[in-house]
């Protein structure tokens, strides 16, 4: 298990995780196309909410640039798909429920206190992380400019 | 397609919202005028001596008519009424709707006419999201976010701090 953030150059963690619907998505979903992973802390806390609201603000710019965000949390589909429509975004949401964390864990960002750290990943679309970052602690909301940092270092040439 | 990683936070200029004197401390706020601690925020700032900077950092899913109020601002700058249009969004955040709008617009004596086609035009739209880009790329996450001094102060921006930021602004 990484105990930090997989860093760019690797490619993605094999890892299974939930869409609302309840199909899986894998790491065969995230090639042909580029994707931010953003790894939240908890639906409906106050950080959280925040991060959604500003990042919303921000969807079509991330798309735009060729990409789709996703939030990736441990809390249960209907718990995120609840967490969603209570902020009325469209970023969809991913669940890493059960096994509990253990997408988070391949990512290395699952906090020792049972929940993902707040952390960055953008793989590329040939699989392989272009560009990631953890804030320093789950109570720090990393800016949307971090985003687009991240897009910009791993744009196709 | 706009440039929106990190930068400083633009200085100000002459296409900014400012008020004060030239000679008093600068502060430079991100605000929505839906936000209410935006609201007793611009109240605290009004209180002193300052020369103040206001850019739009409407958050839609977090404040709906957040983006509405801060184009009825812009459409009230057209016609040379910004502040007075400031203070009156500020002033009752339960009305923020389009008669609410219309009612502070005729308040102010404005061409209603002009301020309704300038609230929807694509240039108001493009002044607000120039004022949000320009946050987003100085990394602002919440609003209120103040900048003074060279620091940024955000959320619930006390009293104490208030004071310890004025100081630091001097």
Redesign the interface.
Known sequence: MRDSVVPPGTLAPDFTLRREDGSEFKRADLEGRRTVLVFYPFAFSPVCTDQLNLYEEVREDIHKRGATIYGVSCDASYSQKAFRESLGIAIEQLSDFEPKGQACRAFGVYHPGGFPQRALVIVGPDGVVSWSYQAPSPGDLPGANLIFDGLAASAPA | ???????PVPPVSDDDHVTGDAEDMLVIEYADFECPFCAVLSERLKSRRLRRVFRHFP????H?RAWAAACAAEAAALQGRFWEMHDLLFADQARLDDPHLWARAQSLELDLDRFEADRRSEAVGARVRRD?ESG???????TPTLFAGGQRYCGQIREHALALLTQTAR
Do not use: W
């Not at chain 2, 397609?1 to 930068?7: I, P, V």
């Open positions: 397609m706009s440039d929106l990683g990190s930068a958050i839609r899913s977090r709906p949000f987003v790329r100085a990394a602002v996450v919440t």
